[in-house]
């Protein structure tokens, strides 16, 4: 099991691209969720999916929009990036209200 | 606004000593308190977890302290050990399964 993968690793964009990053899980995991990290502020849930098909604004969804085409895949869009969306993001998911598997994390610098 | 105080923000410790990462919550109908911890360029992964009807919790060298009453709970590492030098985040989970995180600490677990 590859457990969960996000892509790209890395990234740069400019300020006013768009993008779109790509979670991935092997688990069977009915919930998905996106967090964003920045130093000193520990991490903060953007969106997250009870299932598939379904999506729900989490603490800071502004800037940002999901999408839940397929149990198995969470996709995180931005569509006019900002240089305050610049941060480490973090895709996770979990059986139900059990524990979370977080993948390796995507580096996104916006210019 | 925080809704999880996570203190302090670093911790240095001699090997073999006890390390205490403290957290403060507000929020009564948070249902679920994990800790995680995260190795430089890593996703968090879950280190142990309690319920609010219970007061400790331990695995090994880890135990989850939970005051109910006070709105507080700390983790305690007994026997630190170098490969234990991480980040921590406190957690806190509602309904739906949302999740509010600490700020974390970085803790340096001295030879």
């Known amino acids: 099991n590859a457990g969960v993968t996000q892509t790209p690793k890395f990234r740069v964009l400019k300020t006013g691209q768009s993008m779109t990053l790509l979670c991935a899980q092997d688990?069977?995991?009915?919930?998905m969720y996106w967090y964003r990290q920045d130093p000193g502020m520990g991490l903060r849930l953007i969106h997250y999916?009870?299932?598939?098909?379904?999506?729900a604004k989490g603490e800071v969804p502004d800037g940002y929009n999901v999408s839940r085409l397929k149990k198995q895949n969470f996709l995180l869009g931005l569509e006019s990036a900002a240089p305050s969306q610049t941060s480490v993001y973090f895709c996770?998911?979990?059986?139900?209200?059990?524990?979370?598997?977080f993948g390796p994390g995507t580096r996104l610098t916006v210019l | 606004q925080q809704q999880v105080k996570q203190s302090p923000q670093s911790l240095i410790v001699q090997k073999g000593g006890i390390s205490i990462i403290n957290c403060a919550y507000e929020?009564?109908?948070?249902?679920?308190f994990p800790w995680y911890q995260q190795f430089p360029g890593k996703g968090p992964a879950l280190l142990i977890a309690?319920?609010?009807?219970?007061s400790e919790k331990k695995e090994g060298r880890f135990t989850i302290s939970f005051n109910k009453s006070a709105k507080q709970f700390s983790l305690h590492i007994m026997d630190s050990q170098p490969g234990d030098s991480a980040t921590y985040f406190c957690?806190?989970?509602?309904?739906?399964?949302?999740?509010?995180f600490g700020t974390g600490t970085s803790l340096t677990v001295i030879p």
């Open positions: 996770a998911s979990s059986y139900g209200y059990n524990e979370q598997f």
């Open positions: 688990m069977n995991h009915e919930y």
């Open positions: 999916s009870v299932g598939e098909g379904t999506t």
């Open positions: 929020n009564t109908a948070f249902d679920y």
């Open positions: 309690i319920r609010p009807d219970v």
């Open positions: 957690a806190a989970r509602v309904t739906g399964n949302q999740f509010y």
